[in-house]
């Protein structure tokens, strides 16, 4: 009887280690490097914007790039709240089913998709408050709630980012803006998990001039994959697994007024 438990627990515990053998094991703690260029044109109760956004992936080989670039328009229906419509053409973007199964390494590679240009679909509305309760009352806070459809995909999620912003003053004009935000992405049609991507992170925004300013943010970022077609075509089973990375950001903001 002993022998036949010692069976089947060995049984079991090779299969166990065959099945983790089948779960991608993404590197973790590595370092992206991301930068944008954005503008912001106030019109009365509009603004107009338009950003150039770059990314590039973990240095280790083989290096990896996503581009985009978003326009749309935000309007302010009270004081205290914006809505807006965006789109954005992007190329590199990584996937579920952009994870490979590499059957002779008994690994996953990535699919190649620096070519591949996707069109996202956006809305947003974000309400703001003041928070005069605290010292100096230069806080605000703010909640973006945006979602966005990839027409490439049909994917859809739901975004939601509370932010927190201290505004230094120097002569009742702004100076340096510092913000704590965290950045939730929900998937509403697509992976396994409850949520998809998520990332807290510290930027300092330096007001170079009334109209320019200069932007530097460092995030920790979760991003949860989930089983690809690849993996269930390969038949090694299903995976739920989390990558996790950091991102620097470096910015130029310019908000001219008509």
Sequence with gaps: MKTVALMIALAASTAAGAYAQHIPQFPQGQLEMQSRAQVVANAGSWDILAELYGKLYSPAAPLSSFESVTVGTYYRVIPNLKVGALARLQAGARHDDDVLADIPS?????????????????????PRFQLKFLPTGNWVFML????EYNTWNGQLS?????????FWLRDRDPFLNLSFSWEVYFPLNFGSSIVYENYPYLTGLWHATAQLGIEL???YKTTVWSTSDSWVSASWGS???EQRSWVVSLG??????F
């Design 106 to 126: 008994n690994d996953f590679v990535w699919a190649d998709t620096s070519g591949r240009l996707e069109g996202v679909l956006m809305l947003d509305a974000s």
């Design 158 to 166: 739901a975004m939601t980012r509370p932010e927190l912003t201290w």
């Design 252 to 257: 130029v903001v310019y908000t001219p007024s």
């Design 217 to 219: 943010s460092a995030a």
């Design 144 to 147: 973006k709630n945006r979602l």
């Design 239 to 241: 995976y739920t697994t």
